[in-house]
Structures are given as C-alpha cells and as structure tokens.
C-alpha cells in the first residue's frame, strides 16, 4: 500500500458517499426552498409547516432513489471485497 492507493480509496469512499447523500438532500432542500416561498408570500410562520413536507418529501425520494442507491453501495463493497487481495499485497 502507498499514499496514492490510500488517497484513491478515500477519493471513492467519498464520491460513493456524496453520491448516496446527493438526491435525497437535493430534494430535502428544493422542498424546503419552495415551503420558505410560500410561508413569504402567505406570511403563515408555522413550524410545522417546514418540518412535515420535507419529511414526507425525504421518504419519497428515498423510495424513489432507493434501488438506485442500493445498486450503487452494494457494487462499490463487493468490488471492495473482491480487490481485498490486491490491497493486502
């Protein structure tokens, strides 16, 4: 093992990560700006009312994106788990 293997499994672990992070927030914080618009132009400033759209707005996209980001992580651990050998060396 050398700096650059190091440095290059971390790279992926990170881009895997921000990957995985990337739509759900994505949604999270267009849901979020279109709430903000609509409590300014209706001047209702109900707690409630930015907590439980994003909520409901989260667990969609994770519906949605779940296969997805499932494929993603179980691809990037059995190639980990498949090059365990050549890391070792």
Known sequence: ???????????QGM????????????????VGLLVSIFQSV???QEMTL???????A??????FFGPWMLAKMMNYTESIIQNIPTYIK
Do not use: C, S
Not at 15 to 30: D, Q
Not at 50 to 56: N, Q
Not at 58 to 63: D, E, G, K, N, R
């Open 1 to 11: 093992m050398n700096v650059d293997f190091i440095i290059g499994f971390a790279r």
């Open 15 to 30: 881009e895997i990560t921000l990957l995985m992070a990337a739509p759900v927030l994505g949604v999270g914080m267009v």
């Open 42 to 44: 209706t001047q209702i």
């Open 50 to 56: 930015t907590f439980v759209p994003k909520i409901l």
């Open 58 to 63: 989260v667990m969609v996209a994770l519906l």
